[in-house]
Each structure stands twice: as structure tokens, then as C-alpha cells.
DNA sequence: CATTGATGCACAATCGGTTGCGCATTCGAT
DNA sequence: ATCGAATGCGCAACCGATTGTGCATCAATG
């Protein structure tokens, strides 16, 4: 526990006034201030140690220097890229950032507000929950703070940043179609969420040419039991596809143990590519195939959006098309067995 | 974007100066106000909407009204539920809690203190990082803050909750002597976290009356390619254990994985049983065997207790005994086949 | 009826840092 | 030598809430 230095005593221990060591120690730009006087308040003040207090300056700025991170699930795989890349971010703008779960059990309108609190946040990156409709997710963001959407958008309202979902799709789709794969099934996310929705539309597209079969295509949600029941449904098929992709991770993880459980075998049964990746893909049996995607990139051009957005910037929707998602084939997938 | 409504709108709504207004709404003891007052004045709060100010408070409370948790590791098994549980236990409170992840690549001393800034928040809650030596922790603590450390203890620093990690390693080992193996190994954590010598010195004692198989014993970390390693070590001995205690989840799986890679069998040829539980334990192939560890309780704990004691208690060394660990059979333990 | 005490409220200082403005001094130019 | 401008610094208001203290008003008491 060490005592707290004010700016009051590096001013006294400098000899000057505390206007004069405010201006000196922040750069202010209108600040006149000789360059001798300058260089003894900046010596004073690193002798010491001396650290603004955030609460104060927090008052009389109107900023708080922090910004909200509000996800469904933790436990969801992206989250951990997407929290390094904000933090990061954030941190080289001397920005703190508060965690914020919203459970299912709380999606109130008032949840987000009581929990950003007043004044608490300067602002709010909202990763959207799977069972959030628009309406929902509308009255949700009725609070007196800007918001950037992660992998979300809506109509009318701008700050947003999305992933490639097509792209992964495409990457996805292209993979099994080099292996010989022609029946490919997708388990997409929740219904309603919009970057489920983009995704299934660019499967759908993908597989304009190819003979229709709607029953290889389920939708669940973003979660491991989500992606069990799906599969499940698509293993109880009289006809089956020789490969599915899955939309996101956590779900694959899900689809893979019902394939286990119904005894069906991956790859030589069917091949497996999910969206997204993180430390659990090579850690099943088999390990996953997936797409990279950047969530470590998607969370700081997120973070940085916004904090540019409170020092005047415009907020935009972004779409990240750099670093591209890319392929890790790993055992999930092979060449379809001929029989 | 809500117009701001200050103190000053909610009194002269209510007539009455802000002084009044200030102690109406917080239920001051020492306050002489008439029921009519204060009745108009909670009224007028309610009808503007009035949430006060938290930079302003924080400024002269000298509270900031948030905490920080602090863990090496977003993905570990263990985040969500200690998170979940500090959570909830700070929303009772009106405490917002700040995440922060301690990278490997910045175990500075200062790295803490840069992360939870000059009265950003009123305490840490901290996970100790697995390659933190005791010096480094308690260099790492030097912050004008007070600390609750979670499954971690310093002696002569108070303020820690433990889980109970002997009764998890005996509920793991007698499971497994109940389904007959008497040839035990022990994946454990990182050297000198002393959660993992715990949880290695309760195991030890568990097979005083065994014959000493010292290299059915691996230290080496809590994530999974640790786990892995070890595991890798134990399937290279000439004589191997029937069954192994892993004591983390993350590196159970990674366990597993080395089984699978090198060809054998879980559980037929090898049992397995982790400490911890988490969703991913129901979705391995096969399933894993687990004791859960009351984790939630845990970190609601570990944040009363820090909120306690910034309302003015002392800070304690608990050791989390209720509710006790329990087991979880899945398809990771079995009886050993004899051969 | 005068005095004491309790009651109900407002004034103003305060937390620590930021910032508009004013004052004094020095400098350059005519 | 004189005047205007530029420079360097301090004074004081302010951000919004909390809180010690003081001033009225009214009831109770002898």
C-alpha cells in the first residue's frame, strides 16, 4: 500500500502552481511554459511517482477512461481473441476494460444500463447474444453511450465490425469441394442473428448449383449442444451429406461428439470444417479443420473505432477483410469414401 | 443517447437544495428530513430517471465503485465460473468489475499497477499466474490497493480463498480405487503454484501405503499442452499407471489427446479423471471424469470478502469447504481390464 | 411568557485535476 | 525612449456528488 502523490505536491515540490504542472505533465498544447519550468515539473512528478487520480480527472473531463466488453459467454471460443485484440488496443490508449456478462436469464433492456452504470464507461463494444432480435438488440443499446457491434449490425445505425463470413464460407466450402466432397450439409448459428444469417446465405450461394437438399442445413445456435442436436438431426437423415461445415466452433466441438455418439466416424464418415479457431480445435479427436478468422484483429479495429469515435470521430461498419480467414486442415477432414 | 440528469435537476424538481436532495437519496442515517420531502424528492428522482454520477461519487467517496480481476488465462475451464460468481456477488453490490489478463509477456511488476491505474479500482481479485514465483507475486502486489488472491496463499498476506484441493485429489483417487486400480499417476500443476503442491502433496499422501512410482508423477502446467506433455512422458514408461489424477481440466484434455495420438485407449487402457468442470469435460470423446470445484462460490467468496473488508473488515485466509467437490463419472474412468 | 431543544433545511467546503482568463514581466520594433 | 505584443505563470471557477455546520422555525417545558 503506498501513499498517494497529488499534483499538488509535485507542483509544490517544483515550485509552481498546480495549473502550471496540469499543463506541463499533459501536454497541453496552448500551454506556454519555458522549457526549464517544464523540466523540473517533469522531474518532480516521475521523483514521485506521481500518477493522476482517474476519478478525478474522470469528473472534470466527462470521460472515464474505461469501455465496456459485454458478451454473451465467456466461454465461447472467440471471446478470447476478441478480448486480447481490445485490450491491446486499449491499452495504448490508457483505456481500461470492464467485463460485462449479460446471462440469458437478464436480457432486460435495463440489464446493459445497470450495468455500465453512469458515467461508469465511455463506451460499449457489444458482442450480440444468439438469442437477441433486433427489437432486443435496439432497446438494449438505448443507453447514453456510443456502441460499436462486434460481428453484428444493424440498419440505421452505424459502428459495427464484422468478420469475412462469406469469405470463411467460401474457404470452407472450397476445401471439402478439393477433397471430392459434393454433399455438404452446414449447421448454422441462430436464426435471427445476422452473422449467422450471412453466413447461410453464402452457403446457400455456394451451393446454387448443386442439387437441393434443405434437410442437410439446420440451424441451432452458437454452443456446443446447439451444434449436438443439429448433427444429430442431420445423422438421423435416410440420405446423408458427406461433409458439413459449422458455423462456429463451440458448436463443432458439439456436432463432433454426436458423431461419436451415434458412432459415426470423422473423417472417414463424414468431414468436419468449422468457422473460427482456437486452442480446443487440436485438442479433439480429431483434431478440427477449421478458418482462422481474426478476432484478435476484429478486437482492436473494434476498439480502436471507438475510441476514435470518442475523440470526434465518425463511427463506421466495417467490414474486415484483412487478415483473411484462412484454412487449418487438420483431421476433421478427408476425402470422401467411396462406396 | 439520454440527456445526463444531474442532482441539481432532481432538487429543483423536488424544490429543495442538493445538500437535501444527496441525503434523501442515500438513506443518510444522521439525516433530518421530513417524510414529505423525502417523499417528493425520491419521486422526482424516479420521474427524471436520476442515476448518480459515479465519476463524481468515486471522486469523493474515494471509491471508485469497481474492482479488477486479474487472470493469466481467459481460456482456462476455471475463467467462467470464478468470473459468473464474482459477478454476481458485485452486482448485489453496485461494484463493476474490470477484467484484466495478465499476458506472459508483460509479468512486470508494473504491469498490474499500469492495468489498474491510480484509483481505477477499489481492490484485485488475482489469479495467480502458473509461472509466477512467490517473490514475483509479492512484487506483483505492491499496489495501493488491497488483494484477495484466488486458489493461492502468501504467507503473512492475508486475503485468499482456496478451494479444497485435498478433497478433490482424494475424491479422484478413491473413485478410482473403488473401480479397482491400485497403479495411480498424477498430472500436476506448475512446480511452485501451491495450489498444485497442494493438490500433488494431498496425492502423495493418498499412496504412503503404495510402492513408489516417482515417475508416474509429472509436474508441468494447468493448459493443455501440458497435459499433453506429460501425459506423453507417462505413456513412454516401460511400467505405467492404470489411472491418472490431471489437476486441471485444460490439461486433462490435452491428456486425453496424447492418449489418442499415441494409440491408447481411454478408458480401457487408461483411466482418467480430472480436477474441475467445466462444459468441455461432456464433449470430449470419450467424455471426461471429473470433480467439480465449486467455483462460482468461490469467486463470490473471494469478492464478498473484498468488499467486506473495503466496508471496513479484516481480510481472511479461506479455505473453500462447502460445497464440497464432487464427482462427476463420465466415460474417462473405468475399472482396469486385466491382462 | 421566556427558554431550551429538536427539527428541517440550506450554505459552503471538499475530493483532485483541468482550463479560461488576467497579471506581470520581458522582448522586439519604431 | 516608448509602446504593443508575446511570454510565463498564478488565480479561481468548475466537473457532480457528499457532508460538517449554521440558521431559522416550531414544539415542549417550567
Redesign the pocket.
Known sequence: MVE?V???DVAARA??????A??A??D?A?A???A???ARIVAAATELG?Q??H???A????RSGAIALVVPEVNNAIFGGLHSGIQEACQQRHTAVLLGQLNASDRSAQALSRLIGNGRVDGVILQRAEDYDDASLQAALDIPVPTVLFNSRLSGRPGSVVLDDPAAVRIAVEHLRELGHTGIGFIAGAAHHDAAARRLEAFTELMAGEPSHPEWTQSGGWEAPAGHLAMSRILGLDERPTAIVVASLNAAVGALHACAAAGVRVPDDLSIVSIHDAWIASYTAPELTTVRMPMVEAGERAATMLLDHLDGAELEDVVLHEPKPELLARGSSAAPTHR
Chains 1, 2 share one sequence.
Request: hydrophobic share 30%; proline share 3%; charged share 35%.
Open positions: 498517494m497529488r499534483l499538488k515550485g509552481v502552481s498546480v495549473s502550471v496540469s499543463r505533465l499533459t497541453d496552448h506556454r511554459i519555458s526549464d519550468t517544464r506521481y493522476p487520480d476519478r478525478a480527472r469528473l472534470r473531463l466527462s
